[in-house]
Protein backbone atom coordinates (compact mmCIF):
# COMPACT_ATOMS: atom_id res chain seq x y z
CA UNK A 1 0.00 0.00 0.00
CA UNK A 2 1.12 3.85 -0.82
CA UNK A 3 2.05 5.71 2.03
CA UNK A 4 1.89 8.93 1.08
CA UNK A 5 0.63 11.09 2.95
CA UNK A 6 -2.91 12.08 2.66
CA UNK A 7 -3.59 16.10 2.08
CA UNK A 8 -7.55 16.45 1.89
CA UNK A 9 -7.76 19.31 1.61
CA UNK A 10 -5.33 20.17 -0.93
CA UNK A 11 -6.78 17.85 -3.25
CA UNK A 12 -9.62 19.00 -3.07
CA UNK A 13 -8.30 22.51 -4.77
CA UNK A 14 -6.82 20.52 -7.20
CA UNK A 15 -10.20 18.45 -7.80
CA UNK A 16 -11.72 22.36 -8.27
CA UNK A 17 -9.62 23.16 -10.28
CA UNK A 18 -9.64 20.65 -12.39
CA UNK A 19 -13.77 20.88 -12.44
CA UNK A 20 -13.82 24.77 -13.64
CA UNK A 21 -11.19 23.88 -16.84
CA UNK A 22 -13.15 20.71 -18.08
CA UNK A 23 -16.36 21.92 -17.51
CA UNK A 24 -15.42 24.92 -19.67
CA UNK A 25 -13.58 22.70 -22.33
CA UNK A 26 -16.21 20.30 -22.25
CA UNK A 27 -19.33 22.52 -23.07
CA UNK A 28 -17.44 22.81 -26.11
CA UNK A 29 -17.55 19.66 -27.72
CA UNK A 30 -20.82 20.17 -29.15
CA UNK A 31 -18.96 22.59 -31.50
CA UNK A 32 -16.23 20.01 -32.14
CA UNK A 33 -18.54 17.82 -33.40
CA UNK A 34 -20.35 19.48 -35.58
CA UNK A 35 -16.97 19.66 -37.67
CA UNK A 36 -14.77 16.71 -37.06
CA UNK A 37 -15.52 13.49 -35.81
CA UNK A 38 -14.47 11.72 -32.28
CA UNK A 39 -11.46 9.79 -33.53
CA UNK A 40 -9.73 12.78 -35.39
CA UNK A 41 -10.60 15.00 -32.11
CA UNK A 42 -8.48 12.80 -30.01
CA UNK A 43 -6.01 12.30 -32.54
CA UNK A 44 -5.52 16.01 -32.89
CA UNK A 45 -5.90 17.39 -29.53
CA UNK A 46 -3.15 14.92 -28.64
CA UNK A 47 -1.00 16.22 -31.22
CA UNK A 48 -1.60 19.53 -29.59
CA UNK A 49 -0.67 18.81 -26.01
CA UNK A 50 2.42 17.19 -26.81
CA UNK A 51 3.60 20.36 -28.35
CA UNK A 52 2.67 22.23 -25.57
CA UNK A 53 4.17 20.21 -23.29
CA UNK A 54 7.89 19.92 -25.68
CA UNK A 55 7.10 23.66 -25.30
CA UNK A 56 7.02 23.66 -21.43
CA UNK A 57 9.42 20.76 -20.52
CA UNK A 58 12.56 22.91 -20.46
CA UNK A 59 11.70 26.44 -18.82
CA UNK A 60 9.06 24.24 -16.15
CA UNK A 61 11.60 21.16 -15.88
CA UNK A 62 9.14 18.39 -16.57
CA UNK A 63 10.29 14.94 -16.64
CA UNK A 64 8.50 12.95 -19.05
CA UNK A 65 10.72 9.76 -19.08
CA UNK A 66 8.32 7.12 -16.72
CA UNK A 67 10.21 5.41 -14.04
CA UNK A 68 8.21 2.19 -14.64
CA UNK A 69 6.66 2.10 -18.21
CA UNK A 70 4.88 -1.23 -17.78
CA UNK A 71 2.93 0.16 -14.89
CA UNK A 72 2.46 3.93 -16.63
CA UNK A 73 1.26 2.00 -19.91
CA UNK A 74 -1.47 -0.38 -17.78
CA UNK A 75 -3.10 2.70 -16.26
CA UNK A 76 -3.03 4.80 -19.38
CA UNK A 77 -4.76 1.85 -21.27
CA UNK A 78 -6.94 1.88 -18.42
CA UNK A 79 -7.78 5.13 -18.57
CA UNK A 80 -8.18 5.62 -22.12
CA UNK A 81 -10.59 2.59 -22.39
CA UNK A 82 -12.59 4.20 -19.91
CA UNK A 83 -12.82 7.19 -22.17
CA UNK A 84 -13.24 5.61 -25.50
CA UNK A 85 -16.34 3.74 -24.35
CA UNK A 86 -17.73 6.60 -22.41
CA UNK A 87 -17.57 8.55 -25.65
CA UNK A 88 -18.82 5.22 -27.74
CA UNK A 89 -21.74 5.13 -25.52
CA UNK A 90 -22.82 8.83 -26.18
CA UNK A 91 -23.61 7.29 -29.65
CA UNK A 92 -26.72 5.51 -28.71
CA UNK A 93 -27.27 6.37 -25.65
CA UNK A 94 -28.99 9.36 -23.68
CA UNK A 95 -25.93 11.61 -22.08
CA UNK A 96 -27.84 11.65 -19.16
CA UNK A 97 -27.63 8.02 -18.61
CA UNK A 98 -23.87 7.72 -19.70
CA UNK A 99 -22.98 10.18 -17.60
CA UNK A 100 -24.68 8.57 -14.53
CA UNK A 101 -23.07 5.11 -15.38
CA UNK A 102 -19.57 6.94 -15.33
CA UNK A 103 -20.20 8.35 -11.85
CA UNK A 104 -20.11 4.92 -10.29
CA UNK A 105 -16.88 4.69 -10.14
CA UNK A 106 -16.53 5.83 -6.45
CA UNK A 107 -18.42 2.94 -5.85
CA UNK A 108 -16.18 1.18 -7.63
CA UNK A 109 -13.34 2.59 -6.06
CA UNK A 110 -14.35 1.41 -2.31
CA UNK A 111 -15.10 -2.44 -3.50
CA UNK A 112 -11.88 -2.29 -5.65
CA UNK A 113 -9.61 -1.11 -2.53
CA UNK A 114 -11.89 -3.45 -0.23
CA UNK A 115 -11.03 -6.67 -1.71
CA UNK A 116 -7.60 -6.05 -3.91
CA UNK A 117 -5.98 -3.58 -1.02
CA UNK A 118 -7.82 -5.35 1.82
CA UNK A 119 -8.82 -1.33 2.93
CA UNK A 120 -11.75 -0.90 5.63
CA UNK A 121 -15.19 0.73 4.18
CA UNK A 122 -16.62 2.96 7.05
CA UNK A 123 -20.30 3.56 7.06
CA UNK A 124 -19.98 6.87 6.40
CA UNK A 125 -17.75 6.30 2.70
CA UNK A 126 -20.84 3.83 2.17
CA UNK A 127 -23.07 7.12 3.21
CA UNK A 128 -21.42 9.22 1.11
CA UNK A 129 -21.27 7.68 -2.19
CA UNK A 130 -24.63 6.65 -1.99
CA UNK A 131 -25.50 10.32 -1.40
CA UNK A 132 -23.29 11.45 -3.74
CA UNK A 133 -24.90 9.03 -6.53
CA UNK A 134 -28.14 10.00 -5.56
CA UNK A 135 -27.03 13.45 -6.02
CA UNK A 136 -25.59 12.91 -9.82
CA UNK A 137 -29.58 11.24 -10.34
CA UNK A 138 -31.20 14.33 -9.13
CA UNK A 139 -29.04 16.55 -11.39
CA UNK A 140 -28.91 14.33 -14.52
CA UNK A 141 -32.79 13.77 -13.95
CA UNK A 142 -35.08 10.32 -13.70
CA UNK A 143 -34.49 9.72 -17.34
CA UNK A 144 -31.14 8.96 -16.06
CA UNK A 145 -32.21 5.57 -14.84
CA UNK A 146 -34.36 4.67 -17.87
CA UNK A 147 -33.48 1.64 -20.33
CA UNK A 148 -32.17 -1.98 -18.70
CA UNK A 149 -30.32 -3.30 -21.85
CA UNK A 150 -26.60 -4.57 -22.49
CA UNK A 151 -25.63 -1.07 -24.18
CA UNK A 152 -27.01 0.68 -20.96
CA UNK A 153 -24.25 -1.65 -18.94
CA UNK A 154 -21.24 -0.05 -20.93
CA UNK A 155 -20.97 3.21 -19.13
CA UNK A 156 -20.72 1.15 -15.67
CA UNK A 157 -18.23 -0.77 -17.41
CA UNK A 158 -16.84 2.41 -18.16
CA UNK A 159 -17.34 3.72 -14.68
CA UNK A 160 -14.98 0.89 -13.41
CA UNK A 161 -12.33 1.21 -15.59
CA UNK A 162 -12.26 4.88 -14.66
CA UNK A 163 -12.22 3.64 -10.67
CA UNK A 164 -9.20 1.18 -11.63
CA UNK A 165 -7.64 4.05 -13.46
CA UNK A 166 -7.34 6.49 -10.58
CA UNK A 167 -6.49 3.45 -8.25
CA UNK A 168 -3.24 2.65 -10.31
CA UNK A 169 -2.77 6.09 -10.12
CA UNK A 170 -1.71 6.16 -6.69
CA UNK A 171 -1.26 1.99 -5.97
CA UNK A 172 0.58 1.22 -9.40
CA UNK A 173 2.41 4.76 -10.15
CA UNK A 174 3.94 5.88 -6.77
CA UNK A 175 6.86 8.27 -7.82
CA UNK A 176 5.86 9.37 -10.74
CA UNK A 177 5.40 12.90 -11.99
CA UNK A 178 2.18 14.00 -12.60
CA UNK A 179 3.52 14.65 -16.33
CA UNK A 180 4.59 11.33 -16.99
CA UNK A 181 0.86 10.11 -15.98
CA UNK A 182 -0.78 12.67 -17.93
CA UNK A 183 1.60 12.44 -21.15
CA UNK A 184 1.21 8.41 -20.92
CA UNK A 185 -2.83 9.46 -20.89
CA UNK A 186 -3.17 11.34 -23.68
CA UNK A 187 -0.98 9.37 -25.63
CA UNK A 188 -3.14 6.29 -25.44
CA UNK A 189 -6.04 8.41 -26.15
CA UNK A 190 -4.12 9.51 -29.39
CA UNK A 191 -2.88 6.34 -30.46
CA UNK A 192 -6.85 5.29 -30.06
CA UNK A 193 -7.54 8.33 -32.17
CA UNK A 194 -5.34 7.01 -34.80
CA UNK A 195 -6.65 3.67 -35.04
CA UNK A 196 -9.84 5.13 -35.05
CA UNK A 197 -9.59 7.39 -38.14
CA UNK A 198 -7.79 4.40 -39.99
CA UNK A 199 -10.51 1.92 -39.34
CA UNK A 200 -13.21 4.98 -40.65
CA UNK A 201 -10.73 5.02 -43.66
CA UNK A 202 -10.78 1.68 -44.35
CA UNK A 203 -14.05 1.00 -43.50
CA UNK A 204 -16.39 4.25 -44.19
CA UNK A 205 -19.73 4.34 -42.38
CA UNK A 206 -22.96 6.60 -43.46
CA UNK A 207 -22.25 9.99 -41.30
CA UNK A 208 -25.09 12.33 -40.24
CA UNK A 209 -24.83 15.57 -40.57
CA UNK A 210 -23.16 18.03 -37.56
CA UNK A 211 -22.32 16.31 -34.25
CA UNK A 212 -24.41 13.34 -34.64
CA UNK A 213 -22.10 12.03 -36.91
CA UNK A 214 -18.98 12.54 -34.65
CA UNK A 215 -18.86 8.89 -33.74
CA UNK A 216 -19.18 7.84 -37.03
CA UNK A 217 -17.04 10.30 -38.82
CA UNK A 218 -13.51 9.26 -40.22
CA UNK A 219 -10.81 11.95 -40.84
CA UNK A 220 -11.87 15.34 -42.48
CA UNK A 221 -10.05 18.61 -43.70
CA UNK A 222 -10.69 20.42 -40.23
CA UNK A 223 -12.19 24.04 -40.19
CA UNK A 224 -10.84 26.91 -38.01
CA UNK A 225 -13.30 26.25 -35.37
CA UNK A 226 -12.31 22.42 -34.83
CA UNK A 227 -9.01 23.79 -34.67
CA UNK A 228 -9.39 26.63 -32.44
CA UNK A 229 -11.62 24.37 -29.64
CA UNK A 230 -9.63 21.21 -30.41
CA UNK A 231 -6.35 23.47 -29.00
CA UNK A 232 -8.78 24.83 -26.12
CA UNK A 233 -9.12 21.49 -25.34
CA UNK A 234 -5.81 20.09 -25.38
CA UNK A 235 -4.29 23.05 -23.10
CA UNK A 236 -7.41 22.91 -20.95
CA UNK A 237 -7.15 19.29 -20.23
CA UNK A 238 -3.44 19.43 -19.86
CA UNK A 239 -4.06 21.55 -16.97
CA UNK A 240 -7.76 20.11 -15.70
CA UNK A 241 -6.22 16.52 -16.16
CA UNK A 242 -2.76 17.07 -14.55
CA UNK A 243 -4.92 18.73 -11.69
CA UNK A 244 -6.52 15.54 -11.27
CA UNK A 245 -3.99 13.22 -11.41
CA UNK A 246 -1.76 15.11 -8.36
CA UNK A 247 -5.10 14.74 -6.63
CA UNK A 248 -4.90 11.19 -6.77
CA UNK A 249 -1.02 11.20 -5.99
CA UNK A 250 -1.73 12.60 -2.40
CA UNK A 251 -5.29 11.19 -1.20
CA UNK A 252 -6.98 8.21 -0.91
CA UNK A 253 -8.63 7.69 -4.04
CA UNK A 254 -12.06 6.90 -2.36
CA UNK A 255 -12.23 10.81 -1.00
CA UNK A 256 -11.15 12.51 -4.45
CA UNK A 257 -13.66 10.12 -6.70
CA UNK A 258 -16.08 11.54 -4.45
CA UNK A 259 -14.62 15.23 -4.83
CA UNK A 260 -15.14 14.51 -8.84
CA UNK A 261 -19.01 14.84 -8.42
CA UNK A 262 -18.40 18.84 -8.58
CA UNK A 263 -17.88 18.60 -12.07
CA UNK A 264 -21.24 18.69 -12.48
CA UNK A 265 -22.19 21.52 -11.01
CA UNK A 266 -19.58 23.27 -12.86
CA UNK A 267 -20.77 22.01 -15.91
CA UNK A 268 -24.04 23.41 -15.29
CA UNK A 269 -22.40 26.87 -14.26
CA UNK A 270 -20.41 27.00 -17.05
CA UNK A 271 -23.55 25.90 -19.25
CA UNK A 272 -25.75 28.65 -17.71
CA UNK A 273 -23.29 31.00 -18.60
CA UNK A 274 -22.36 30.01 -22.30
CA UNK A 275 -25.28 28.55 -23.60
CA UNK A 276 -28.51 30.25 -20.85
CA UNK A 277 -29.21 26.85 -19.56
CA UNK A 278 -30.87 26.96 -16.52
CA UNK A 279 -31.25 24.30 -14.04
CA UNK A 280 -34.17 22.64 -12.25
CA UNK A 281 -35.38 23.13 -8.63
CA UNK A 282 -34.38 19.13 -8.62
CA UNK A 283 -31.35 19.91 -10.10
CA UNK A 284 -29.94 22.70 -7.58
CA UNK A 285 -31.15 19.59 -4.64
CA UNK A 286 -28.83 17.11 -6.48
CA UNK A 287 -25.70 19.85 -6.18
CA UNK A 288 -26.68 20.32 -2.48
CA UNK A 289 -26.59 16.41 -1.83
CA UNK A 290 -23.05 15.89 -4.07
CA UNK A 291 -21.50 18.79 -1.87
CA UNK A 292 -22.71 16.99 1.29
CA UNK A 293 -21.48 13.82 0.19
CA UNK A 294 -17.73 15.74 -0.42
CA UNK A 295 -17.98 16.99 3.15
CA UNK A 296 -18.33 13.51 4.71
CA UNK A 297 -15.91 11.54 2.71
CA UNK A 298 -13.72 14.58 3.93
CA UNK A 299 -14.37 14.20 7.13
CA UNK A 300 -11.18 12.30 9.60
CA UNK A 301 -12.75 9.12 11.65
CA UNK A 302 -13.87 9.82 14.91
CA UNK A 303 -12.47 6.72 15.72
CA UNK A 304 -8.83 8.14 15.18
CA UNK A 305 -6.64 8.51 17.65
CA UNK A 306 -5.60 12.07 19.01
CA UNK A 307 -2.27 11.96 17.71
CA UNK A 308 -3.59 10.31 14.17
CA UNK A 309 -5.99 13.32 14.23
CA UNK A 310 -3.43 16.34 14.69
CA UNK A 311 -1.81 14.58 11.74
CA UNK A 312 -4.48 14.55 9.82
CA UNK A 313 -4.91 18.90 10.57
CA UNK A 314 -1.43 19.37 10.16
CA UNK A 315 -1.61 17.34 6.02
CA UNK A 316 -5.22 19.70 5.85
CA UNK A 317 -3.36 22.86 6.06
CA UNK A 318 -0.22 22.66 3.93
Not at 22 to 32: E, L, Q
Not at 110 to 131: E, K
Not at 163 to 192: D, P, Q, Y
Amino acid sequence: MSDTPNRTLAALGAVLIYAVVIAFTDNYVRVIARDGGLWQFHATRTAMAFAILAVLTVPLGLRLRPRRFGRVLARSMIHGSAMVIYFGALAFLPVAQVAAGLFTAPIFVLLIQRFAYGQSISALQVLAVLVGFGGVVMVLGPEALSGATFAALLPVISGALYALGNIATREWCKGESAEVLVAGFFAMLGVFGVIGMAVLTLFPLPVPEGAEGFLQRGPVWPTGSFLWWTFVQAAGSLLGVGMIVRAYQIADASKVAVFEYVILPASAAWGFVIWGEVLSWLAVAGMSLIALAGVLIARPSTAQSPTASRQWRRQSET
